[in-house]
């Protein structure tokens, strides 16, 4: 049987920069990620939904126990890969070798030496209270504006799965009821859905870790601003050996982004990772592929809990509201 290593989840809405902070964790000796194993496209096998809740739908605390061991202990069974988007020769190569996932895997299962996994994952964001409380997992939690986020769909089209999400939190007593009635209407266009999204996993990661302190929030523009300070500190808390070789690493990384030049919004691909973007594109970029009106309502959706998450990083911790609108999250 194979030896359990050490977990951390490193997660968030997705677009909210679980990849880059993934992957500079496992910059670490002895550290290295996995890729989204809760994505139903092409994660376990056991996974059929996104946003899995434990204890709703079919997704009980006996199955995420069962998939959590299967990180420990790197013995995944992924779906091969079937991503209808990829076209061309990305989909043939990733049909013959696999994804991301797959390499990430593979790469884990090769490493004789490997002590800890960075476990990449959105989509188990709705997860990590139980992950964290069950599993003793340290638990990241990326955060980026609401506004960026929801370009980020808009311009890959995707739909935020949001009214899901509400079904299944409301069967283990979370419930969005006000925003749904306020909003509900709108959750089909892409953005209006990714903000309403983004407000329901922060506001339920925010009142989940009043109660679970191995929970930490770091924001994706401090990681831009400030990246050597940021991942210290990150690396410090979460016990992972900091060295010159890490922050050379990251010095180069950051140092290359930073001089690339910006990418206009309307050449970029159809595709959530995107090589060679200038770190100015990724919260001011959005900006331009949203309406008027978009702009407005995604404003009033997440103004409240931004100001919660910028709090948090501000080291205060207000009280926060589970299960209210974005209006009701203001009066308090």
Known sequence: M???????????????????????????????????????????????RFYEVPGANDFSFE????????????????KPFDWPREKGVRRIVKRLIGGRARMAYLACRLDWSLKTVIWKDPTACLAAKD???????????????????????????????VGAVLDSLAQVGIEFAELR??????????????????????????????????????????????????????YAILGLPWSDAVAEKLARRYA????????PSAALPQRAHVSGRSLNDVNTYGRKLLTPDETRMIE?????????????????????????????????
């Open 181 to 234: 009635a306020d909003y509900g209407q709108h959750f089909a266009n892409s953005a209006i859905g990714a903000a309403a999204l983004w407000h329901v996993i922060y506001t339920t990661l925010l009142r989940w870790s009043e109660t679970t302190p191995d929970m930490h929030f770091v924001a994706l523009q401090d990681t831009i601003d400030r990246p050597l300070e940021t991942y210290r500190s990150l």
């Open 300 to 332: 009033e959706i997440s103004a409240a809990t931004w100001a919660l998450l910028e709090a948090r990083r501000a080291g205060i911790r207000a009280p926060v509201p589970l299960g209210e609108s974005p209006a009701s999250v203001a009066r308090c």
């Open 2 to 48: 194979s030896r359990a290593r050490n977990v951390i989840l490193v997660t968030g809405c997705p677009r909210s920069g679980t990849t880059p902070v993934g992957t500079n964790l496992a910059l670490a000796n002895g550290v290295r990620y996995l890729y989204e194993p809760f994505n139903p496209n092409f994660g376990l096998r056991v996974m059929s």
């Open 63 to 78: 199955r995420l126990d069962g998939c959590v061991d299967a990180i420990r202990r790197v013995q995944l069974d992924l």
């Open 131 to 161: 992950v964290a409380e069950r599993h003793n997992i340290p638990v990241v939690v990326t955060v980026r504006p609401a506004v960026a986020v929801a370009a980020s769909y808009k311009r890959m089209q995707w739909d935020s799965g």
């Open 256 to 263: 290359a982004k930073s001089s690339a030049r910006a990418t």
